[in-house]
């Protein structure tokens, strides 16, 4: 494996996307800056990525705390140059309104939104002294409407959405590259697949059609694509969904 001398963060880097994404930016040859709440749990995917002749460093971070992320980040920067910042962090809950308390609402707010933007900033602040850089941030179904139960979740998608099209207006022409990919599914997860036996029953999940959830390696496929675009066709928002998802 050629590595290269660049870096690649991955904020929220859970069991399923956001390994997902540190494994295929580590095939490609970054460093990878992987973070996440228990920063312990990451051991098999450090495990994984070195395995395969792969750099990573796993750290715990809280994303919501200023100085842990602004410290993540540097350190990440210190090792190689600070290429790609990929904001993950998930805060998927389903409340009805009058059960949503409000610290329900707020914490995923600063999980799902303003940890977004404590991101989004700082990685700027690495990047535009080099004039180069990318910085993504996940969507999802909720970016774009709100459903019933959702009201925390679609605020704070809402505004992740909202702040990476205001940084992709600003930093665009400064040849920083900011997208947000919305995952219109249901993505093939412990969780995910906890909820289909609970509603559906067992014998639901042997017989998933085929394309009715996305899997991990094609979230991570989608944004190596991004990465790859050309400064003359970038694209700052894309749609994922499987096959089977109704839309």
């Excluded at 410290?71 to 009805?96: K, S």
């Excluded at 535009?128 to 019933?148: D, E, H, Q, V, W």
């Excluded at 042997?206 to 190596?224: E, I, K, N, S, T």
């Amino acid at each position: 494996m050629e590595h290269r001398n660049a870096t690649a963060a991955v904020i929220g880097t859970g069991d399923y996307i956001g390994a997902a994404i540190a494994r295929k930016f580590a095939a490609e040859g970054f460093t990878i800056f992987a973070g996440r709440r228990h920063g312990n749990q990451l051991a098999p995917l450090v495990a994984d990525v070195q395995a395969q002749g792969g750099q990573i460093v796993a750290r715990s971070l809280d994303a919501r705390k200023e100085d842990d992320l602004t410290a993540f980040l540097q350190e990440a920067d210190r090792r190689a140059p600070l290429e790609v910042c990929i904001f993950n962090v998930g805060a998927n809950v389903n409340f009805p309104l009058l059960e949503t308390t409000e610290r329900v609402f707020r914490k995923v707010w600063e999980m799902a939104c303003y940890a977004g933007f404590l991101a989004g900033r700082e990685a700027a602040r690495l990047m535009l002294p080099r004039g180069r850089g990318c910085i993504f941030f996940t969507g999802a179904t909720a970016s774009l409407r709100g459903s019933a139960g959702y009201a925390a979740f679609a605020s704070a998608k809402f505004g992740l959405r909202a702040l990476a099209q205001s940084a992709a207006r600003e930093l665009g022409p400064k040849n920083i590259h900011v997208a947000h990919l919305v995952i219109d599914a249901g993505v093939d997860t412990a969780w995910v697949r906890d909820r289909i036996r609970q509603s559906e029953g067992e014998a639901a999940l042997d017989q998933l059609a085929p394309g009715r959830l996305m899997r991990p390696d094609a979230v991570a496929d989608a944004y190596w694509q991004l990465y790859q675009q050309p400064a003359d066709a970038w694209t700052f928002e894309l749609e994922i969904r499987p096959a089977g998802e109704k839309w």
